[in-house]
């Protein structure tokens, strides 16, 4: 039975949204209803507008100093 309560709903709420919903333990189903999808992906016009509304699906990476790297390359935490 999945878990209820503060951020999670469980499986039997017919309307699933995804801030309420723990994606990692969730069911299939609820994870296509709560990212509103379905098996077989997002239509052309679907993805045109979340990458209009969210932006590309892209990690930045924080810019580190050589001497940072460095140290790290060595198992050293240092700042910055």
Do not use: W
């Not at 709903?9 to 919903?21: D, I, M």
């Not at 994606?23 to 296509?32: C, F």
């Amino acid at each position: 039975m999945p878990e209820s309560g503060p951020g999670i709903q469980t499986a039997n709420t017919s309307s699933v949204v995804a801030s309420q919903v723990d994606l990692q333990k969730a069911e299939l189903g609820d994870v296509y209803s709560a990212l509103k999808t379905t098996p077989k992906g997002l239509t052309r016009s679907e993805a045109t507008a979340r990458l209009k509304q969210y932006g590309p699906n892209t990690i930045q990476e924080k810019e580190q100093s050589a001497l940072a790297r460095f140290f790290r390359f060595f198992g050293a935490p240092f700042p910055g």
